[in-house]
């Protein structure tokens, strides 16, 4: 028996690689040979990947007809940005079953893991960025019970509260930091305050509940480590700190954490085209996270599920999601909620359903929701307005509002000017010159040379 993307249940690739392509293309992404050129030669923009923007409709025909067994390198990294299915490797891929995957997330395995950032080699390695179904059963063992747990600790020099307190204080200033900032400004300073914590947590001693709580800051602060990585396009590095930040929420007993950190990695996903781990990652949180989430947390979650499902398509399912997340949000006492979840707001659900419906090229809805994203967020959250921004100047440019769309990029480029370090924003306005210059490449060319003064961290896997 084979999937819906001609993979067999034990997961071999049955059918020939075009067949699987024109599959994901018509039944997943419901997109015509033209769509997905387009969306090609925009990811082909967003990855600086110039020999990318060439793609016909005739080469796509190729692929699928099998004419063409093997796409360019070039093509093979924009496929993989966009989820696609992609051609066996040339060699077969070997993956180890020295390690049951369950034992892989006991304490002592995941304390092994984050010993490794403590190495020097962590800077100098490459991280694979992966995607479909491969990302998304990274999370599968988070739904198991932790198989041991932390317990006392009597070697080293004594922590207590207080110390974990001090650690969660510094870890909220970072997030709020961003807000503002960017991930560019902060990510030295975070991996920093990471390898601190993991010291303590491998060589101090504590009590079983202090222990806990530790695992949780080192969560929040390798999720947070995994979100700066994803600000500054170092994707594959991202999902090492994401699963870093999963098992230190497995080891805390913490689904709160865990759901917050998937519900990143969901974020994460979807903005790079692939909603097939975006939803994975949302429905696990969920199910993980049943019967012990926060109304506004739960409320995050399930606008992470409906942009997943915008991105592949489900518009109705896209909307019950949003529909629920907008209930709980309403439903939510802030003063009960946990401090990282400040950030979500009715105006960042906005900002999120508008860039969905974006997805599904739905420029009209989209400019709706985002322009309300815009006028509610306040000026502590610099980042976000930009990005806000630069979707909403997107969004219009495909609903044939060019002048209007050339003066909302110019207000995101004004946030940019203020110091404001973040690749994704970057990368949201190199989409939409990308977009603009089909309608009006002199518009389009002078937005570029003013991003072009913005240094930009090389798109990396």
Same mark, same amino acid.
């Given at each position: 028996?084979?999937?819906p @993307?001609?993979?067999?249940?034990?997961?071999?690739?049955?059918?020939?690689?075009?067949?699987? +392509?024109?599959?994901?293309?018509?039944?997943?992404?419901?997109w015509?040979r033209?769509?997905?050129?387009?969306?090609?030669?925009?990811?082909a923009?967003?990855?600086?990947?110039?020999?990318?923007?060439?793609l016909d409709?005739?080469?796509?025909?190729?692929?699928?007809?099998?004419?063409?067994?093997?796409?360019q390198s070039?093509?093979?990294r924009?496929?993989?940005?966009?989820?696609?299915?992609?051609?066996?490797?040339?060699?077969?891929?070997?993956?180890?079953?020295?390690?049951?995957?369950?034992?892989a997330?006991?304490?002592?395995?995941?304390?092994h893991? @984050?010993?490794?950032?403590?190495?020097?080699?962590?800077?100098?390695?490459?991280?694979?960025?992966?995607?479909?179904?491969? +990302?998304?059963?990274?999370?599968?063992?988070?739904?198991?019970?932790?198989?041991?747990?932390? =317990?006392?600790?009597?070697?080293?020099?004594r922590?207590?509260?207080?110390?974990?307190?001090?650690?969660?204080t510094?870890t909220?200033?970072?997030q709020?930091?961003? %807000?503002?900032?960017?991930g560019g400004?902060?990510?030295?300073?975070?991996?920093?305050?990471?390898?601190?914590?993991?010291?303590?947590?491998?060589?101090?001693s504590?009590s079983?509940e202090?222990?806990?709580?530790?695992?949780?800051v080192?969560g929040?602060?390798?999720? @947070?480590?995994?979100?700066f990585?994803?600000?500054t396009?170092?994707?594959?590095?991202s999902?090492?700190?994401?699963?870093m930040?999963?098992?230190?929420?497995?080891s805390?007993?913490?689904?709160? =954490?865990?759901?917050?950190?998937l519900?990143?990695?969901?974020?994460q996903?979807a903005?790079?085209?692939?909603?097939?781990a975006?939803e994975a990652?949302?429905?696990?949180a969920?199910?993980?996270?049943?019967?012990? @989430?926060?109304p506004?947390?739960?409320?995050?979650?399930?606008?992470r599920?409906?942009?997943?499902?915008?991105?592949?398509?489900?518009?109705?399912?896209?909307?019950?999601? !949003?529909?629920t997340?907008?209930?709980?949000?309403a439903?939510?006492?802030?003063e009960?909620?946990? %401090?990282?979840?400040y950030? !979500?707001?009715?105006?960042?659900l906005?900002?999120?359903?508008g860039?969905?419906?974006?997805?599904?090229?739905?420029p009209?809805?989209?400019?709706?929701?985002?322009?309300?994203?815009?006028?509610?967020t306040?000026?502590?959250?610099?980042r976000?307005?930009?990005?806000?921004l630069?979707?909403?100047?997107?969004?219009?440019v495909?609903?044939?509002?060019?002048?209007?769309?050339?003066?909302t990029a110019?207000?995101?480029?004004?946030l940019?000017?203020?110091?404001?370090?973040?690749?994704? =924003?970057?990368?949201v306005?190199t989409?939409?010159c990308g977009?603009l210059?089909?309608?009006?490449?002199?518009?389009a060319?002078?937005?570029?040379?003013?991003?072009?003064?913005?240094?930009r961290?090389?798109r990396?896997?």
């Amino acid at each position: 028996m084979t999937g819906p @993307l001609g993979m067999a249940d034990d997961g071999s690739e049955e059918r020939p690689w075009g067949e699987r +392509l024109r599959t994901w293309r018509e039944d997943v992404k419901h997109w015509s040979r033209a769509e997905f050129r387009d969306e090609v030669v925009a990811a082909a923009y967003r990855l600086g990947e110039h020999r990318g923007q060439q793609l016909d409709e005739r080469l796509i025909g190729r692929w699928e007809s099998g004419d063409v067994l093997r796409p360019q390198s070039v093509y093979r990294r924009i496929l993989a940005h966009l989820g696609a299915p992609l051609p066996p490797p040339t060699q077969p891929l070997i993956v180890s079953r020295t390690m049951d995957p369950v034992e892989a997330w006991g304490v002592r395995t995941n304390l092994h893991m @984050l010993r490794t950032e403590l190495g020097d080699d962590v800077k100098r390695r490459i991280f694979v960025a992966q995607s479909g179904p491969a +990302l998304a059963g990274l999370a599968n063992p988070w739904l198991l019970d932790p198989i041991d747990r932390v =317990v006392d600790r009597i070697d080293g020099r004594r922590i207590g509260h207080a110390t974990v307190t001090d650690i969660e204080t510094i870890t909220a200033a970072r997030q709020r930091m961003d %807000d503002v900032l960017g991930g560019g400004t902060l990510l030295a300073a975070v991996r920093e305050d990471l390898r601190i914590s993991i010291t303590l947590v491998t060589r101090a001693s504590y009590s079983a509940e202090v222990g806990r709580r530790l695992y949780s800051v080192i969560g929040e602060q390798a999720r @947070l480590a995994s979100w700066f990585c994803f600000d500054t396009g170092r994707h594959g590095l991202s999902q090492h700190y994401t699963q870093m930040a999963l098992r230190a929420a497995h080891s805390a007993e913490d689904r709160q =954490v865990g759901a917050n950190v998937l519900g990143f990695a969901a974020a994460q996903a979807a903005l790079s085209g692939d909603g097939i781990a975006a939803e994975a990652f949302s429905r696990t949180a969920l199910a993980g996270g049943r019967g012990t @989430l926060t109304p506004a947390v739960e409320a995050a979650t399930y606008t992470r599920l409906g942009s997943a499902r915008a991105r592949l398509g489900d518009l109705p399912g896209a909307a019950a999601a !949003f529909e629920t997340a907008e209930e709980l949000l309403a439903a939510s006492d802030p003063e009960e909620e946990p %401090d990282w979840i400040y950030w !979500f707001t009715a105006d960042d659900l906005h900002g999120i359903v508008g860039y969905s419906y974006l997805f599904a090229r739905e420029p009209g809805t989209a400019i709706h929701h985002l322009t309300q994203a815009v006028d509610g967020t306040s000026e502590e959250f610099t980042r976000d307005r930009a990005f806000w921004l630069g979707k909403t100047a997107t969004a219009q440019v495909l609903n044939g509002d060019l002048d209007e769309s050339r003066h909302t990029a110019d207000r995101a480029l004004e946030l940019l000017d203020g110091g404001l370090s973040s690749g994704l =924003v970057v990368e949201v306005l190199t989409e939409f010159c990308g977009i603009l210059r089909a309608r009006n490449p002199r518009a389009a060319a002078d937005v570029e040379e003013r991003l072009a003064t913005y240094a930009r961290t090389p798109r990396q896997a």
